[in-house]
């Protein structure tokens, strides 16, 4: 017997719980000769603002061991031009795509994004990226003002995520962020907000110099970690939120084949999102589509619902 | 762009620190372009990301590079016995436009090399070289830059391809001594001053400048080929995430904003550059 993969993600309804992480897979576009697209369960866009944003000056990446460090600085063409360049090639993929949102002002901006956006039927989910750590937020958002992110406090997570609520009808997920004290206070918010799903974690923030010119090695001198060096952390924070709320997460952080993969799901993970192996293999994502199944057969499991949050104590 | 597991048929130390590796990828081939570059997977537990490397050149369904074995990335291939694969994407990027400029007749082709430069201006060589009509009377020349007379890669084979090479050294043990971009300075303004005194067809011609090398090189290239008028083609190296367009890591600054080096580039006219 084939073993059942799918799984809801509030009213969206996928056919495998792996997808792959917001920023790591351009539009999709970019990936379309090297991966099988229609295979994915879902593709999660590089985030949006309302209008176009430049980016962080270069260099903006760079390797730490087993992890790199990125700040891009959310450089993308705008709501507008995304719409007409963008999503043609995502819908002709056949999967579900889940657009990443932030706002580069106060609540308003997702607000109208969301409304923007909640017309568009071949968008199946929206993300907010409230943890992005690579820009400023000059918000008008108090306590989230400066280098303090929205997804640091839980009034301010509560009270964004509760006004896109409104904003659209569409399946809502909220991405956190792991530099925090409690995840699991920001994502009980978020829950009570309305959020459908939780996306978990974001890039850990970071720094590394060059020894010989005491330069950072990043022009915004601090950055997002990502790659298996933040894996424990993130699966730790994965397993925190899992006891204390009834949402789904989408587990990411240093998800590099079906081993860590299962990993997430054991720790409460309804879906799993593959970020930084994209650019090592550009078929992990669908690699562990391929493990999941035999993990799933080998064991006798006919629905892979049965592994999620089951951490033998 | 395949990616593909490419059989490693020789990988050898060529001079210093400087190695040539060829392996075999007969997709990778029929669609590689100077100035294209690869990106191969190190598997390694800490190194992470792929290593972008310039196509250096072509033969039959053979690819080659080189490299400098400068860190853990360029060691790790360095160890690499044939027979081994390597995992390889590619080719990546856009490389330099030599169809419609350099080798028509209406430009005289410079190759400026700083370095690790000349790896993707070897593979521009022999095209420049296949697309020439073997009655033209234009020269190409290269410019081959090196730290010292036992760092100058590919004298050789540019010269077996019949260019023009002309060297320069740091400390002027071969050659002109200084960079190659004041070298390049120097043959511009003799150029200059035959154009003013003759009135011959081949002056007419203008140089079209191809470069790679280190940035201050590029950076310097840039401005000589602005206070000349010529028009050049510079590669820019980078450290990079994806190298397929995805992530936005590896920007440059356009006069059209910051653009990708890995898709948008590595090759960039000298004119839309910001430095």
């Given at each position: 017997?084939?073993p059942?993969?799918?799984v809801?993600?509030?009213?969206?309804?996928?056919?495998?719980?792996?997808?792959?992480?917001?920023?790591?897979?351009g539009?999709?576009?970019?990936?379309?000769?090297?991966?099988?697209?229609?295979e994915?369960?879902?593709?999660?866009?590089?985030?949006?603002?309302?209008?176009?944003?430049?980016?962080?000056?270069?260099?903006?990446?760079?390797?730490?061991?087993?992890?790199?460090?990125?700040?891009?600085g959310?450089?993308?063409?705008?709501?507008e031009?995304f719409?007409?360049?963008?999503?043609?090639?995502l819908?002709?993929?056949?999967?579900?795509?889940?657009?990443?949102?932030?706002?580069?002002?106060?609540?308003?901006?997702?607000?109208?994004?969301?409304?923007?956006?909640?017309?568009?039927?071949?968008?199946?989910?929206?993300e907010?990226?409230?943890?992005?750590?690579?820009?400023?937020?000059?918000?008008?958002?108090?306590?989230?003002?400066?280098?303090r992110?929205?997804?640091?406090?839980?009034?301010?997570?509560?009270?964004?995520?509760?006004?896109?609520?409104?904003?659209?009808?569409?399946?809502?997920?909220?991405?956190?962020?792991?530099?925090?004290?409690?995840?699991?206070?920001?994502?009980?918010?978020?829950?009570?907000?309305?959020?459908?799903?939780?996306?978990?974690?974001?890039?850990?923030?970071?720094?590394?110099?060059?020894?010989?010119?005491?330069?950072?090695?990043?022009?915004?001198?601090?950055?997002?970690?990502s790659?298996?060096?933040?894996r424990p952390?993130?699966?730790?924070m994965?397993?925190?939120?899992?006891?204390?709320?009834?949402?789904?997460i989408?587990?990411?952080?240093?998800?590099?084949?079906?081993?860590?993969?299962?990993?997430?799901?054991?720790?409460?993970?309804?879906?799993i999102?593959?970020?930084?192996?994209?650019?090592?293999?550009?078929?992990?994502?669908?690699?562990?589509?391929?493990?999941?199944?035999?993990?799933?057969?080998?064991?006798k499991?006919?629905?892979?619902?049965?592994?999620i949050?089951?951490?033998?104590? | 762009?395949?990616?593909?597991?490419?059989?490693?048929?020789?990988?050898?130390?060529?001079?210093?620190?400087?190695?040539?590796?060829?392996?075999?990828?007969?997709?990778?081939?029929?669609?590689?372009?100077?100035?294209?570059f690869?990106?191969?997977?190190?598997?390694?537990?800490?190194?992470?990301?792929?290593?972008?490397?310039?196509?250096?050149?072509?033969?039959?369904?053979?690819?080659?590079?080189?490299?400098?074995?400068?860190?853990?990335?360029?060691k790790?291939?360095?160890?690499?016995?044939?027979?081994?694969?390597?995992?390889?994407?590619?080719?990546?990027?856009?490389?330099?436009?030599?169809?419609?400029?350099?080798?028509?007749?209406?430009?005289?082709?410079?190759?400026?090399?700083?370095?690790?430069?000349?790896?993707?201006?070897?593979?521009?060589?022999?095209?420049?070289?296949?697309?020439?009509?073997?009655?033209?009377?234009?020269?190409?020349?290269?410019?081959?830059?090196?730290?010292?007379?036992?760092?100058?890669?590919?004298?050789?084979e540019?010269?077996?391809?019949?260019?023009?090479?002309?060297?320069?050294?740091?400390?002027?043990?071969?050659?002109?001594?200084?960079?190659?971009?004041?070298?390049?300075?120097?043959?511009?303004?003799?150029?200059?001053?035959?154009?003013?005194?003759?009135?011959?067809?081949?002056?007419?011609?203008?140089?079209?400048?191809?470069?790679?090398?280190?940035?201050?090189?590029?950076?310097?290239?840039?401005?000589?080929?602005?206070?000349?008028g010529?028009?050049?083609q510079?590669?820019?190296?980078e450290?990079?995430a994806?190298?397929?367009?995805?992530?936005?890591?590896?920007v440059?600054?356009?006069?059209?904003?910051?653009?990708?080096?890995?898709?948008?580039?590595?090759?960039?006219?000298?004119?839309?550059?910001?430095?």
């Amino acid at each position: 017997m084939k073993p059942k993969l799918s799984v809801n993600i509030g009213k969206l309804k996928l056919n495998n719980p792996v997808m792959v992480a917001s920023g790591t897979f351009g539009y999709a576009e970019e990936l379309k000769d090297l991966v099988i697209l229609k295979e994915l369960g879902a593709i999660v866009t590089k985030t949006i603002t309302l209008n176009p944003r430049r980016g962080n000056p270069p260099p903006r990446t760079c390797e730490t061991p087993s992890g790199m460090l990125n700040s891009i600085g959310l450089e993308n063409p705008g709501v507008e031009n995304f719409l007409k360049e963008k999503l043609p090639f995502l819908k002709k993929s056949g999967v579900p795509i889940i657009i990443s949102i932030t706002s580069e002002s106060g609540v308003e901006e997702f607000v109208k994004l969301a409304r923007r956006l909640d017309g568009v039927k071949d968008i199946s989910a929206i993300e907010i990226n409230i943890s992005c750590p690579n820009i400023r937020n000059d918000t008008k958002i108090p306590r989230c003002q400066g280098t303090r992110l929205i997804a640091q406090d839980p009034k301010a997570t509560h009270e964004v995520v509760k006004a896109v609520r409104k904003a659209t009808g569409k399946t809502l997920i909220t991405k956190l962020s792991p530099n925090v004290t409690s995840i699991a206070e920001i994502a009980q918010a978020a829950e009570e907000a309305g959020s459908d799903a939780l996306s978990l974690v974001n890039t850990l923030i970071g720094m590394s110099v060059d020894a010989g010119t005491r330069k950072p090695k990043i022009a915004a001198i601090t950055a997002g970690l990502s790659g298996p060096a933040i894996r424990p952390v993130a699966l730790r924070m994965c397993w925190e939120v899992y006891q204390k709320v009834k949402i789904p997460i989408i587990g990411m952080g240093g998800i590099t084949d079906i081993s860590s993969a299962l990993e997430f799901f054991i720790c409460g993970a309804t879906a799993i999102s593959v970020g930084t192996a994209n650019f090592i293999n550009p078929k992990t994502a669908t690699e562990i589509i391929s493990g999941l199944k035999e993990y799933l057969s080998e064991n006798k499991i006919n629905n892979m619902k049965e592994i999620i949050g089951d951490l033998k104590l | 762009m395949p990616q593909i597991k490419a059989k490693i048929v020789y990988n050898k130390k060529v001079k210093e620190n400087y190695w040539c590796c060829v392996f075999n990828a007969p997709e990778v081939v029929k669609k590689a372009s100077p100035g294209q570059f690869l990106n191969i997977r190190v598997e390694d537990k800490e190194l992470l990301l792929r290593r972008p490397f310039s196509i250096h050149g072509i033969q039959g369904s053979g690819l080659g590079i080189i490299y400098e074995v400068l860190g853990k990335g360029t060691k790790y291939l360095s160890r690499r016995k044939p027979g081994e694969y390597l995992d390889i994407i590619g080719p990546l990027g856009n490389g330099f436009d030599y169809k419609t400029q350099g080798c028509q007749g209406t430009m005289v082709p410079v190759l400026v090399a700083g370095g690790m430069g000349v790896a993707p201006l070897f593979f521009l060589a022999e095209k420049l070289r296949e697309n020439q009509n073997p009655k033209s009377k234009i020269q190409n020349v290269v410019l081959i830059g090196a730290k010292t007379k036992n760092h100058i890669l590919c004298e050789k084979e540019f010269k077996a391809a019949g260019f023009d090479v002309r060297i320069a050294t740091d400390d002027g043990s071969r050659g002109f001594k200084g960079y190659v971009s004041e070298l390049l300075e120097k043959i511009l303004s003799a150029d200059l001053r035959h154009v003013q005194s003759a009135s011959s067809k081949d002056a007419e011609r203008s140089r079209g400048i191809y470069a790679c090398g280190p940035k201050p090189m590029l950076k310097e290239i840039c401005r000589i080929s602005r206070k000349y008028g010529l028009s050049s083609q510079v590669s820019l190296e980078e450290h990079m995430a994806c190298g397929i367009g995805a992530c936005f890591g590896c920007v440059a600054e356009t006069k059209e904003g910051y653009k990708r080096v890995c898709k948008d580039g590595p090759v960039f006219k000298a004119d839309d550059l910001i430095w």
